[in-house]
């Protein structure tokens, strides 16, 4: 779907080689904490200034009498978890000067912390004898370590075998291929406190997890992105004592791209349980492996067919084997990549592909991306191109008449599935199905891991008949034959011990200034995805610009591929949590915001797909019309409680994406008809100025759509920034 996608992930591919696997662990990446002001200690009523009225609304709760609730934290001067009259007492000394409150601080987002009622101070971190820093368990007790000194300032001891100390936080990495391991698998993970000591278990990734889980659940940390890590500020914590935590993910394969740091990173990708894309410098014990496919991605087709027609040098004296591989890939040619398909019935082509896959992943592992086939990490990618000019030879229409296109390609990808197993026993093939169709008779091989790309309609929710009733988008397509093959492919997978995993598109690809108005819809989607249709692998496509909630939508749909039994409440809670942390104290404003957006996508009365559709017709222009003042007070609101010029940036943006929808909607109204003509130019000004100053990007492939260089005020906004990009005939009213 995405073009050039395979040719972007080769030329990845070639660069990251030069990545050192077994280097030390980067912690020098910046990392900044936003230390959250949560409370002020003795601002028990939260009004900004510890005074009398404080004093007094504890005396009052102390009494029963209070009609307020205080918040207990800055109540809390003794740390005991509770208020009581000795904290009343040292507010009144605060306030007669005798004592500060600085005084009962240490500067620390958690002032006291304790596991099973133990303080956190008494206790060492160990790790089982044997364990290296090539273990993921090793890096789980540095992560451990280096976050409770930030947080409490302890400095835990880490140790092997037995504690150094009074109480213990063991970390007990099992062999994967053990009994018990099994039972994990490679990421499940358990946590409990049990007679005062911590115990966190799993296998290759299931320690690093419990630590991050720990760190989110109890110690009020947000990995926001791979710079920033968000905290919040607790007077007490404590993990109690009884604390019993299993998880088992439902997805096991768990993307969510975008340009907020680099894959694998530590602040961000690894800290929210992201695991997949194809294999990396990240992909060794120590970071916990990833899953994916060891070479190439997606359409591997691609360069399998290139190297599988290329030859090998006549004279390769002297070369080692990468070399004579790399000459091989070299010398052949690439087949066209939109125009193109292999005939899936010839068995020369099928020779040329199978050859090429093995030589091409070969020479990945030569490059030094580690092969975890025996963990069941590691995949080959054996997959079509990406355009839809299926093979029409005689033999294939044979065999698509009756099991369609997509059953085509499923006997070729299961061949291979089956073939591989004599080179590389266990590993398991991932191939992409783009068409609607399914089969009849053909089911996939247990190798196999089908990956369903996109659907047809991404204004509509999966599975809602509004979207069969309306026309359909740009191509005249609709969602009920995604979701008729989805239910057939999730089904026909759990009944093959095959694997379904979905490519979903949320992102704004292409036009920058109009966001796709689909969060909610991220949320339904998502869920209907992984709960009716069996999917157990997520590929959230990301990319373009940050501006209008684009890293918001990858991290909320990274969280919830973990958390896949979060409700929508909590997932409405936790976009707010995210706003708050990104935009300020705006995020009650910025939500409602966001709610109209998707009111107005909805109201656009059709169906479009928003890597290709035109953003005109994303949008009732009718309701941003209407609604166009209350929607930016909303922005303006958010801007003034905003705290910082990190946040003041980013809420600017979105004042200048919401001009940019609006002045479009209501040229003709303001403008040419005359009716607003000040505001008009006014806003029109503000919002091109801005753009040009802030030297935004508001289109992705140029020179296609450049930023206008001219104030033009007699061409609606939207023809003069996308010319005929920007709607189709007889859709949005
Ligand atoms: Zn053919
Ligand atoms: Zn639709």
């Known amino acids: 779907m995405r073009k050039l996608l395979s040719v972007l992930l080769v030329i990845v591919m070639l660069a990251g080689t030069s990545v050192t696997v077994g280097a030390a662990y980067d912690f020098s990446l910046s990392q900044s904490f936003l230390n959250d002001e949560t409370f002020l200690l003795g601002d028990v009523n939260g009004d900004g200034s510890v005074n009398a009225v404080d004093s007094y609304s504890i005396r009052t709760t102390l009494a029963g009498i209070a009609t307020d609730a205080i918040d207990l934290d800055a109540a809390d001067f003794d740390a005991d978890g509770k208020c009581a009259a000795p904290d009343s007492y040292s507010l009144k000394l605060c306030l007669s000067g005798a004592r500060s409150t600085a005084d009962f601080e240490n500067g620390k987002q958690i002032y006291k912390l304790t596991v099973g009622g133990n303080d956190i101070k008494d206790f060492s971190i160990v790790l089982n004898e044997g364990i290296t820093d090539e273990d993921n368990s090793y890096l789980a007790a540095l992560l451990l370590k280096k976050y409770l000194k930030e947080l409490t300032g302890a400095e835990l001891p880490i140790c092997y075998g037995t504690p150094v100390s009074e109480r213990a936080i063991y970390i007990n990495e099992l062999d994967l291929f053990s009994e018990e391991g099994q039972k994990y698998g490679v990421e499940g993970l358990r946590y409990e406190v049990k007679n005062g000591d911590l115990y966190i278990i799993g296998t290759l990734r299931g320690t690093m997890y419990s630590v991050y889980e720990i760190l989110e659940r109890y110690l009020g940390v947000r990995f926001v992105s791979n710079e920033a890590t968000f905290v919040y500020k607790n007077r007490v914590v404590d993990i109690p004592e009884g604390t019993a935590e299993e998880i088992h993910p439902k997805v096991t394969f768990r993307v969510a791209r975008h340009t907020f740091g680099e894959r694998g990173a530590l602040n961000h990708y690894l800290a929210n349980k992201l695991n997949g894309d194809y294999i990396s410098s990240y992909d060794s014990k120590r970071y916990g492996t990833l899953t994916g496919p060891i070479y190439s991605n997606a359409h591997s087709f691609y360069e399998y067919w290139k190297m599988g027609n290329g030859t090998y040098p006549e004279n390769t004296e002297g070369m080692t084997e990468v070399q004579m591989l790399e000459a091989k890939f070299a010398s052949g040619d690439y087949p066209d990549a939109y125009g193109w398909q292999p005939c899936a019935t010839d068995g020369n082509v099928y020779k040329k592909l199978f050859t090429g896959m093995l030589e091409c992943n070969r020479m990945g592992m030569l490059w030094g991306n580690t092969p975890f086939i025996d963990e069941g990490v590691t995949l080959f990618s054996f997959s079509i191109l990406d355009n839809q000019h299926y093979c029409t030879c005689r033999n294939c229409t044979k065999i698509s008449r009756n099991e369609g296109f997509s059953g085509l390609y499923l006997q070729l990808y299961n061949k291979a599935a089956v073939d591989v197993q004599e080179y590389y026993p266990g590993v398991r093939l991932m191939g992409i199905i783009y068409a609607k169709d399914y089969p009849k008779t053909i089911v996939p091989d247990e190798n196999l891991v089908l990956l369903y790309c996109g659907v047809s309609c991404d204004n509509h929710i999966l599975g809602m008949e509004e979207c069969y009733e309306k026309g359909g988008q740009l191509n005249g397509m609709k969602n009920d034959s995604d979701i008729e093959a989805l239910n057939f492919w999730g089904d026909l997978c759990v009944e093959n011990d095959a694997e379904l995993w979905f490519w979903i598109y949320p992102v704004t690809y292409h036009y920058y200034l109009c966001g796709c108005p689909n969060i909610p819809n991220l949320y339904y989607s998502t869920k209907y995805l992984i709960d009716e249709c069996n999917v157990t692998g997520l590929f959230y496509e990301g990319g373009g610009r940050t501006y209008n909630f684009e890293t918001l939508k990858a991290y909320v749909s990274a969280q919830l591929m973990w958390k896949t039994d979060m409700t929508y409440d909590e997932y409405c809670d936790m976009v707010k949590e995210y706003l708050y942390i990104n935009y300020g104290d705006g995020y009650e404003e910025l939500f409602e915001y966001i709610m109209m957006q998707t009111e107005a996508g909805d109201r656009c009365g059709t169906c479009f797909i928003n890597n290709y559709d035109r953003p005109g017709d994303m949008y009732s222009y009718e309701y941003l019309a209407e609604n166009y003042e209350e929607m930016r007070g909303l922005l303006e609101a958010a801007l003034a409680k905003a ?37 008009y130019c006014e806003r029109y000004d503000w919002m091109l100025e801005y753009i040009w100053s802030h030297d935004m990007v508001t289109f992705s492939d140029q020179p296609l759509y450049p930023v206008p260089d001219k104030i033009d005020y007699e061409t609606n906004p939207m023809v003069q920034f996308y010319e005929n990009g920007s709607r189709r005939p007889g859709v949005t009213p």
Not at 660 to 678: C, I, K, P, R
């Open 643 to 679: 705290g910082t010029p990190e946040q003041r940036g980013r809420i600017e943006t979105l004042l200048v994406c919401c001009d940019f929808m609006a002045l479009s909607s209501l040229h003709t109204d303001w403008y040419v008809n005359g009716n607003n003509v000040e505001l």
